[in-house]
């Protein structure tokens, strides 16, 4: 257990069901971020919140709704995806500006069918 | 356009051997440079880093090197284990204040053969 964990670890979801991910960090952590992580490409930054406060929006399409309630807990909301947003979604949350003291979380495997 | 590539997809190499893993990037503005260790069903795990302001980083069997004006750095493991088995995520940095961004490479796959 890394501290960030993701649920559910397996989604499978049809284009037209609406579901969420949920992740949550107990390591006192001001920024949560989002990942996607497709097959045979880099690592995607999604969104990053900042105490709370969303800071990072990196064109990401508005099928995908994160939330912030507070600083322990990031949810990202999925309503009408396609077949192209399977991924493995991944979870992160830090302390400082510098990368250093990341902790990701398990991720979420996602199928879209 | 990719602004931090490893090259290699995969790697194998003998236990005992070293294992040597690249990275280059494009960004001039990229300061910290930081290798990922991640095992199937599990999130990337930081395992060692590096600042422009040196060459090289160690941290027991790991050892990171930065070539500031190629543009390229390494991640040495030596010895390798079978444990070590694992993707490599190489990821940098930009000094710029307020930002939280990483940028990550596609990843090395390692494969270290008993």
């Known amino acids: 257990e890394t501290g960030v964990t993701q649920t559910p670890r397996h989604l499978v979801m049809g284009m037209t069901n609406k579901k969420s991910l949920k992740c949550e960090q107990h390591l006192g952590h001001n920024a949560m971020y989002w990942y996607k992580q497709s097959a045979k490409k880099p690592l995607e930054l999604m969104f990053v919140y900042n105490f709370k406060e969303q800071t990072e929006n990196n064109s990401v399409p508005s099928r995908f709704s994160p939330e912030c309630p507070n600083s322990s807990h990031l949810f990202l909301h999925l309503h009408t995806l396609q077949p192209e947003d399977s991924a493995l979604y991944l979870c992160a949350s830090s302390q400082g500006t510098d990368g250093y003291g990341y902790t990701f979380g398990s991720g979420t495997r996602l199928t879209v069918v | 356009d990719q602004q931090v590539k490893q090259n290699s997809p995969s790697l194998s190499v003998q236990e005992g051997r070293i294992s040597i893993l690249n990275c280059d990037y494009t960004?001039?503005?990229?300061?910290?440079f930081l290798w990922y260790k991640k095992y199937p069903a599990e999130g990337p795990t930081f395992l060692i880093s590096?600042?422009?302001?040196?060459d090289k980083n160690e941290d027991g069997r790991f050892t990171v090197f930065l070539n500031k004006s190629a543009k390229h750095l390494s991640l040495h493991i030596v010895p390798s284990q079978p444990g070590d088995s694992a993707v490599y995520f190489c990821a940098a940095s930009a000094s710029i204040a307020g930002s939280y961004q990483l940028t990550f490479g596609k990843g090395t796959k390692l494969s270290v053969i008993p």
């Open positions: 590096i600042s422009s302001i040196k």
């Open positions: 960004n001039s503005m990229f300061d910290y």
